[in-house]
């Protein structure tokens, strides 16, 4: 791994890139991590929370950044959404979690794991639609920690990402809401969540390069999905095998090899649709061009 700093890569150097331990992301780049990608330039990785690494596309680190969709309206200068590797899909959404079942969270507090996220998009869109009235506080916190916080009566809902779909129960904890089927059944399009995105001053043809050799990385985990599990299980909070399998058999999709015209559409109406809330700057039309 390396300590975020600042920098482009240069020919025969490795690629600074930063993503989640998330067994999604570890599966996705298994391959180009460990050198098995036929003319992949080296990786040089950071493993950060998608909070961090959000915070790193604004400052301008690293080369190449998984982030949330939802902080793409403040890189797009600086950085190309690259057409796969990221996390869309359907019935893969964030949940909102309660103690107690049909709470109404008109004046809660809720526990999120960042507000430049795209759950935090897809929950001000429920909410919106949803809630009687006003949601209360929003209090961000590591999203590891927000499902002890439910359980223990320090917020009165919580935001959830990552494995905490497959084991809020083990806590006590109801699901008030699925962020995604909501968002499905108002759009008919997947769920976008994570992207990856690379400085755009690496030049069109490193850009490609880069998209080709995450495409090659996924097709060779698809390949032979045992190769990838050591990576996986190394880097996992959640370490149950069956869970790690649950995980990435959920968000590593179609949409991972790449976006399509679906793909891109989700995107767009994701951040058209949170402009229009106020909840991001407005999107350029040409800000998602690759190249």
């Given at each position: 791994m390396t300590d975020s700093t600042e920098g482009t890569a240069k020919p025969g150097t490795a690629v600074k890139i930063a993503f989640s331990p998330c067994p999604n992301d570890t599966f996705v780049f298994d391959a180009w991590a460990h050198g098995r990608v036929p003319g992949a330039p080296a990786l040089?990785?950071?493993?950060?929370?998608?909070?961090?690494?959000n915070g790193m596309a604004e400052r301008g680190e690293l080369d190449v950044l998984k982030v949330s969709y939802a902080v793409l309206p403040w890189v797009m200068?600086?950085?190309?959404?690259l057409p796969c590797g990221g996390a869309l899909g359907r019935g893969c959404g964030p949940l909102v979690l309660t103690k107690e079942p049909g709470t109404d969270l008109t004046g809660k507090t809720v526990a999120v794991p960042s507000e430049r996220s795209t759950a935090y998009l897809l929950f001000r869109l429920w909410a919106a639609d949803v809630v009687p009235g006003d949601v209360g506080e929003i209090v961000v916190m590591p999203f590891d920690e927000i499902m002890p916080a439910v359980r223990d009566g320090k917020v009165d809902a919580g935001l959830v990402i990552h494995e905490a779909r497959f084991?809020?129960?083990n806590y006590g904890l109801h699901s008030l809401a699925d962020m995604g089927e909501h968002w499905e059944a108002t759009t008919g399009l997947p769920i976008p969540l994570g992207a990856i995105i690379a400085k755009r001053s690496l030049g069109a043809e490193t850009l490609k390069l880069l998209a080709e050799s995450i495409r090659t990385s996924v097709r060779m985990a698809w390949d032979d999905p045992e190769m990838s599990r050591p990576y996986v299980l190394e880097h996992a909070q959640e370490m149950d095998p069956a869970v790690a399998?649950?995980?990435i058999g959920l968000y590593v999709n179609e949409f991972t090899a790449d976006l399509g015209e679906n793909g891109y559409a989700a995107v767009r109406g994701l951040l058209t649709r949170a402009a229009a809330e106020g909840l991001v700057?407005?999107?350029?039309?040409?800000?998602?061009?690759f190249g």
């Open positions: 040089d990785v950071t493993f950060a929370d998608i909070d961090i690494t200068e600086e950085y190309a959404l084991t809020y129960r399998d649950q995980h700057p407005p999107l350029g039309p040409d800000a998602l061009s």
